[in-house]
């Protein structure tokens, strides 16, 4: 059994290129409970509902910030061309707080909900 959570970082190379990367959040058993992480501090938490349509272009984050997609399916563009798609139940860091950044681009006709967890 993978004693890992998997999900997905947008970050910033060097010359200010945005990319994609997996990483793998360590579990540890818990007992009854499962697998736990360890603990991370936080700063905020922040509810967003996005309404059809929503088509950002190339931005940056304002902040070092996991997204944890509650719904719907979106569609990442780093600036190295890669594209990917997520759906409900999928967590993004995203830290390309500076550089290109990435371009965000809704999937489905309804409204999209989403937690922003400020690091």
């Known amino acids: 059994m993978d004693t890992s959570f998997t999900l997905t970082r947008i970050y910033t190379d060097p010359q200010g290129e945005s990319h994609f990367e997996d990483v793998k959040v360590p579990l540890a058993p818990a007992g009854i409970i499962g697998t736990l992480s360890e603990k991370q501090e936080v700063s905020a938490l922040v509810f967003r509902e996005n309404e059809p349509g929503y088509d950002w272009d190339f931005h940056?984050?304002?902040?070092?910030?996991?997204?944890?997609?509650?719904?719907?399916?979106?569609?990442?563009?780093?600036?190295?061309?890669?594209?990917?798609q997520f759906h409900g139940g999928?967590?993004?860091?995203?830290?390309?707080?500076?550089?290109?950044?990435?371009?965000?681009?809704?999937?489905?006709?309804?409204?999209?909900?989403?937690?922003?967890?400020?690091l």
Do not use: M, N
Not at 64 to 79: A, N
Not at 94 to 110: A, K, M, N, P, S
């Open 60 to 84: 940056h984050a304002p902040r070092r910030q996991y997204i944890v997609l509650l719904d719907g399916i979106i569609e990442i563009e780093v600036s190295d061309g890669e594209k990917r």
């Open 90 to 118: 999928e967590v993004l860091l995203v830290e390309d707080t500076w550089g290109t950044g990435h371009r965000t681009r809704q999937l489905t006709d309804t409204a999209r909900r989403s937690l922003f967890i400020h």
